[in-house]
């Protein structure tokens, strides 16, 4: 029995067949336990069900187990023998000679497993009630028809449940592997609905080019590996969606507690072909393993046939069998109609990149299973897909994916602590919407890196106190809404790079502006995936942009403007005092706007008929075009041409003035003697028509005052024509604009038009965003 504990349990790598000590019955491996079972009742042991002792990832300690006796030993040896008769045709699976232990280090290695593996809620071995896992659970063992369960994975819900993804958490200096799919969800439904529709191509499910690996990039921690099976389930198929998902296969390479696959380094390739088809194989053999093979032990390291790939000239035929081979093994256990989500996580894992062509391997891998019909393939990691061309370029290639950000009104709603008793509503004062908006980004951003110890209640101690406090905060019974709101936001003060700290970063600006995957434009500003930028994330119109964090923590040499946005945005972030004059959405518009005219030297608001500003960006101050709040009294007088402006107002970066500014929130002149005024809304509808219409008047009799040469006016003003434009990102409405007489455009840039001008800073737009509880700013 010692020596079957470490005796190499079928064919692979890891055994975790134990023997008791202490009175303990034994933990056994599932393949043994499952003949155990078949001996005793005459049934099929289902692995993870209760009594089992599986691969499972969490086993509670001193859980009940089967009795170990002659019988036992006789079929651990029994099933020794069989998993030497097995084998593959092209792969076969590393086997490590068994180490004859004493008993006192066999004993400290199973404790060690134990606390490795000890359970802590959520995740134990089920489904926990009202999250995404408990849905699955639903879903494979009710809905799922029989023709999409001939696969051993789908037999139960306890066997697939085993390789869902897990992710490993340090707590106070212990392990613990958490069950993904157990955890909390925080994203809105209509950002996960436009992830599927990244996934598949078009909104009806249909998949548009299957050909194409989609891949999410994102820094580590940030949910992208788990938010994967929610795309699946909200894409799964149903009446109102016949051609969607049916099945999700995750197949992990890396961080899956022993549940990973991984290619022999010393045998991979140099020879970009041979690199290629030991992929497609490799791939192959994943798929085979965990449909027919569920039950087993892993990590599954595999190895190649020398005979096999001993003709390089050989390596098309063999990428053709392996297609051939893959795609009636998927027909065979998936159904004749299935369409499956195959998600290959931590992709850049499979094999080691230092030795061979991991490129061309990895390639081989993901190209093999994407080109199969009833197929989508999704990777996750933190670059993309390297080994693959980007979209639009012939055969394989790979296209980015979103990820959904936290939604601030499903995480506040799911952490009670958080819950502020009376939000502002659409209708409160300006001044309330302007702290509540306020306080949701600061608040989220402030949590963004703390969400596993809102998963793991308890865990991080800084946390629980910042809880602690921000309720007290928000809870105060004598205090009124507005210092509530304060004493929150006061709570809110993140951690940033201060500009002693902050590293340089030649052209960051254009990642800020954000830049397409495929263009060459990352090749030549030396960004090359993934070596030099670990924080790059995926924008939700395609482009390739750095993770807020990182954009604040950077400084761009060549634009001064950089620094100065950036300065503005941390604000928001980190300082308090008087937070009514400066807003979120505002400075990240000055920021990316300032950024825009400085790389392009022209600005362009997407509207059919408007003009182009030509505009260099050469500097970003604070100014004032109306020195009171008088809206009839203006002066251009300290405009420089090229310099972009925001209002000198109380709060923001540099100012001097005490008095908000009745009109504009960013305002530039250019040589042409055009004076252009935005102004900034979170809102829609009727207050978006309202902002328009006075822009409109305002522009209007500022015109006629230059035009008349009244006394208000001065020399620098002759020739001088005023335009307006509305940044409006929430009003779905289509994009407007209108000339007046005289010349005066006024521009209302709306929704999608408007969020590009955003740039990278789209990945938070959720956290501006107006809400029926509460509004923005």
């Not at 079972?37 to 187990?65: E, N």
């Not at 300065?567 to 980190?574: A, C």
Request: aromatic residues 8%; proline residues 6%.
């Amino acid at each position: 029995a010692l020596a079957g504990r470490n005796q190499a349990c079928s064919k692979y790598s890891v055994c975790s067949a134990t023997i008791g000590h202490n009175g303990a019955s034994p933990r056994c491996c599932p393949f043994v336990f499952d003949r155990l079972h078949r001996a005793r009742t005459g049934k099929v042991a289902q692995l993870g069900s209760k009594g089992a002792d599986s691969a499972d990832i969490l086993m509670p300690r001193g859980a009940r187990r089967p009795p170990f006796g002659p019988l036992a030993l006789c079929l651990m040896l029994a099933s020794y023998a069989d998993a030497l008769a097995l084998s593959r045709p092209a792969l076969r699976l590393q086997r490590r000679e068994p180490n004859i232990l004493s008993h006192r280090a066999l004993v400290s290695q199973q404790r060690a497993l134990v606390r490795m593996q000890e359970p802590t809620p959520p995740s134990d071995g089920g489904a926990v009630p009202g999250t995404l896992g408990d849905s699955m659970r639903k879903y494979c063992d009710e809905v799922m028809p029989l023709e999409h369960r001939k696969s051993a994975l789908f037999s139960s819900w306890e066997t697939y449940a085993a390789w869902l993804p897990v992710r490993l958490y340090s707590v106070k200096g212990r392990d613990y592997w958490l069950r993904l799919h157990n955890l909390k969800h925080w994203a809105s439904e209509a950002d996960v609905g436009v992830m599927v529709d990244q996934i598949t191509g078009d909104s009806e499910g249909r998949t548009l080019d299957r050909r194409v690996v989609r891949y999410l990039s994102a820094p580590s921690g940030s949910g992208k590996t788990k938010s994967v099976l929610p795309a699946f389930y909200a894409g799964r198929r149903t009446q109102d969606r016949p051609n969607g998902f049916t099945h999700y296969i995750p197949i992990a390479f890396a961080n899956n507690n022993n549940r990973n696959f991984r290619f022999c380094d010393e045998e991979l390739s140099t020879r970009k072909d041979i690199a290629k088809a030991q992929g497609a194989w490799f791939m192959y053999d994943c798929i085979k393993t965990i449909l027919e093979e569920p039950h087993s032990q892993g990590p599954y390291q595999f190895s190649s046939d020398p005979k096999r790939f001993s003709n390089p000239s050989n390596c098309e035929v063999i990428l053709k069998n392996v297609g051939s081979k893959l795609q009636q093994l998927l027909k065979d256990h998936l159904g004749f109609d299935f369409y499956a989500l195959i998600h290959l996580d931590e992709h850049r894992k499979m094999c080691d990149r230092e030795i061979g062509n991991g490129a061309a391997f990895s390639a081989g891998a993901m190209q093999a299973i994407a080109d199969m019909s009833g197929v989508v393939v999704v990777a996750t990691y933190t670059a993309p897909p390297d080994g693959l061309l980007p979209e639009r370029s012939s055969g394989t290639c790979r296209g980015p994916v979103a990820l959904p950000p936290l939604d601030p009104i499903k995480l506040i709603a799911d952490v009670p602590e958080l819950k502020f008793p009376d939000p502002p509503g659409p209708e409160a004062a300006l001044f309330l919407r302007r702290l509540w908006g306020t306080l949701q980004f600061r608040l989220i951003f402030y949590l963004q890196e703390r969400v596993n110890g809102l998963h793991l209640r308890g865990s991080d101690d800084n946390l629980e106190g910042f809880l602690k406090a921000y309720h007290q905060a928000a809870t105060t019974s004598n205090s009124s809404k507005a210092d509530r709101l304060r004493a929150c936001i006061d709570c809110c003060v993140s951690t940033i790079s201060t500009q002693d700290d902050e590293e340089k970063m030649h052209n960051v600006s254009r990642l800020l502006r954000g830049v397409k995957d495929g263009n060459g434009e990352l090749g030549t500003l030396g960004y090359h995936f993934p070596r030099q930028v670990n924080d790059l994330v995926v924008l939700p119109d395609g482009r390739i942009s750095g993770s807020l964090r990182m954009l604040l923590a950077k400084l761009d040499p060549e634009l001064p403007v950089y620094a100065v946005g950036a300065q503005g945005m941390k604000w928001v972030l980190t300082k308090n005092g008087d937070l009514l004059s400066r807003t979120p959405l505002e400075e990240a518009y000055t920021w990316t706007l300032a950024c825009r005219a400085a790389i392009n030297e022209v600005l362009a608001f997407n509207v059919r008929k408007g003009p182009v500003f030509s505009i260099k960006g050469t500097d970003l101050k604070c100014g004032r075009i109306f020195p009171r709040q008088d809206k009839k009294v203006f002066t251009f007088d300290q405009l420089v041409p090229d310099v972009i402006y925001y209002a000198d107002e109380p709060g923001r970066v540099n100012a001097t003035c005490h008095d908000s500014h009745p009109r504009a929130d960013i305002f530039f002149r250019t040589t042409k003697d055009e004076v252009v005024l935005i102004d900034i809304t979170g809102s829609g509808g009727k207050n978006v028509a309202k902002k328009e219409q006075k822009l409109f008047e305002v522009l209007g009799e500022m015109q006629t005052d230059i035009d008349k040469d009244l006394g208000n006016t001065s020399e620098i003003h002759h020739g001088v024509t005023v335009h307006g434009v509305v940044l409006a990102p929430f009003d779905m409405e289509e994009s407007t604009e209108q000339e007046t007489d005289s010349g005066n455009w006024v521009m209302v840039v709306r929704g999608e038009k408007a969020r590009e001008l955003l740039g990278g800073l789209t990945q938070v737009l959720r956290w501006f965003e107006e809400n029926d509880s509460g509004a923005s700013v």
